[in-house]
């Protein structure tokens, strides 16, 4: 590896890494065809016109359903209403101002690229900072950085948060940014407000506003880093700014948007993550779960057997005797990194959210992927280096863990493309002009928007209540003689469409032609 000791020819490798691992996520953005309802509720949230709800018993043109999830001709950027909607939610708005200047730049348009163009633009500034993190953390050895960047970049877990139109691209930037700011000071030892603490400040208010997780990662590098300075005389001074630069940060973000507090505290999310965080019963089955998901797909299964490699080359050298003079290897940007990696994931594990589908789960980890990977790939050099100077053993190891990966892509382990829907999206359109229900249950209606692409496709859309117990009476519907109904899985929803029947002479019976999440659909004719 000769060829990476010229700068030239190592910068040349590196951005053609990135490339690389830009055209793969491209790539799987282009196979992403439906929309998971966060993803849904990313654009009704944004662009809300009239903050429509399902009213019973009532059609509804489609242009209205259209018109929340899109920037109409006329509107303003408004970004005050995307503030105000999501209050009303558990999450700050910066991500969605961003989404909103997307799609006011795109008016009249729904697609899921203006989502994804987001989470592309903050994975390139990623792999960027992943890059750089790495130069700082090993210095001789820029192998570390190459196996870094193409494992990282072929990972289906990080893959599956681009393909996610949330914020959580864009947290991890801001994440990578304030440990990127941290590291370099360490590592030129400038720790001044022009290139360290005005910057920390800055990101700090930011990723406050893009995510509450944010805290989580803030709180690990300003420990570390803190408790650092103040045991060295000549920074004491400096450790209590640089955690009033990050105390400050977030202090203006709350200023900014004060509902955050009831979002943390009393928020159902908040709440949740409290409850998990003080029930110590669930500990291990939480990092069971959160280590097992980071081993299956940001390792696509090579970490377990990655982690006991390092640990058999280690052993061996925790018994070899070092001289006294002999100075550390370990840097204290290295040590932050490892602090911060393993504290948010830990942290996380006890409060991130535990679904039956690891798909849900696996956001909440995102902004340590890239570290975690990073510090496996210089652990692995590091013990193998003490005992052999020639590197054929970690290369060809992680040669073997890339392989992994590409079998994990091309196994999908990407997960948010939802490939099928493009049947249910056509499926839709060849009935464009039919008379369609929806029997929605009023406790949980927000269900409806999982299939609000689908629902786009046709003319106008009637919608009941489930608990609706009138008669059918709406002239087209008792007129109708071929009916699409999307009914919510209950026994009420049976009920009305046997009282469509009993009140249309043109249809006699149903039958069930189609599945989605939420609903069943059913022909009635």
């Not at 966060?38 to 429509?52: A, H, I, M, P």
């Not at 959160?290 to 390092?310: A, K, Y």
């Not at 970690?394 to 049947?423: T, W």
Request: net charge neutral; aromatic share 16%; with cysteine.
């Amino acid at each position: 590896m000769r060829f990476l000791k010229n700068d030239l020819s190592y910068k040349l490798t590196m951005w053609f890494l990135i490339f690389i691992s830009m055209i793969v996520a491209v790539l799987f953005c282009n196979e992403k065809q439906g929309f998971h309802y966060d993803e849904n509720y990313s654009y009704y949230s944004t662009n809300v016109t009239y903050g429509l709800w399902p009213t019973d018993n009532e059609w509804k043109e489609v242009d209205e359903i259209t018109s929340e999830f899109v920037v109409n001709e006329g509107e303003t950027l408004n970004l005050g209403l995307v503030k105000t909607s999501q209050s009303y939610d558990v999450h700050p708005p910066l991500y969605y101002y961003v989404l909103r200047v997307v799609c006011f730049l795109s008016k009249n348009t729904f697609s899921k690229w203006q989502g994804l163009i987001i989470n592309l633009f903050f994975y390139l500034l990623c792999l960027i900072l992943l890059w750089k993190i790495a130069d700082i953390a090993v210095k001789q050895n820029r192998l570390v950085n190459l196996f870094t960047i193409l494992l990282f970049g072929l990972s289906a877990g990080y893959l599956s948060t681009i393909t996610f139109i949330r914020m959580y691209s864009m947290l991890t930037f801001m994440c990578f940014v304030l440990l990127y700011i941290a590291m370099k000071a360490f590592d030129n030892n400038q720790w001044s407000f022009k290139s360290c603490f005005i910057p920390t400040l800055i990101v700090s208010c930011l990723g406050f506003l893009t995510h509450y997780y944010y805290m989580v990662f803030a709180f690990f590098v300003a420990a570390y880093v803190c408790l650092y300075l103040v045991f060295h005389r000549e920074t004491r001074v400096k450790a209590f700014i640089y955690g009033g630069s990050v105390s400050v940060g977030i202090l203006l973000a709350i200023l900014y948007y004060p509902v955050c507090l009831s979002h943390i505290f009393s928020g159902y999310r908040g709440t949740e993550a409290t409850q998990a965080f003080m029930d110590v019963s669930n500990t291990w089955d939480r990092i069971n779960f959160f280590t097992q998901m980071l081993n299956d797909f940001t390792f696509s299964g090579s970490f377990f057997v990655l982690l006991l490699i390092i640990l058999l080359f280690a052993m061996p050298l925790a018994y070899k005797k070092k001289k006294s003079a002999q100075k550390a290897d370990i840097t204290p940007a290295q040590i932050l990194l490892f602090v911060v990696s393993v504290g948010y994931f830990l942290t996380v594990c006890k409060t991130g959210m535990v679904p039956s589908n690891p798909a849900e789960a696996l956001r909440y980890e995102c902004p340590v992927y890239g570290l975690v990977i990073l510090l496996v790939v210089m652990s692995l050099f590091a013990v193998t280096d003490r005992i052999s100077k020639k590197k054929i053993i970690p290369v060809m190891l992680l040669v073997l863990a890339v392989a992994c990966q590409v079998y994990g892509l091309c196994n999908n382990k990407v997960f948010f493309l939802y490939r099928e829907d493009v049947d249910n999206y056509e499926w839709a359109s060849e009935r464009a002009d039919s008379d369609v229900m929806f029997i929605y249950n009023p406790v949980n209606s927000w269900m409806i928007w999982k299939d609000s692409k689908e629902l786009m496709s046709y003319e106008r859309i009637f919608f009941i209540s489930m608990n609706n117990e009138d008669d059918i009476t709406d002239e087209e519907i008792c007129n109708s003689d071929n009916l699409y109904v999307y009914a919510c899985r209950s026994d009420n929803s049976e009920i009305i469409m046997q009282k469509v029947i009993d009140n249309n002479k043109n249809l006699s019976y149903y039958e069930k032609v189609g599945e989605r999440l939420f609903v069943d659909i059913y022909q009635l004719q």
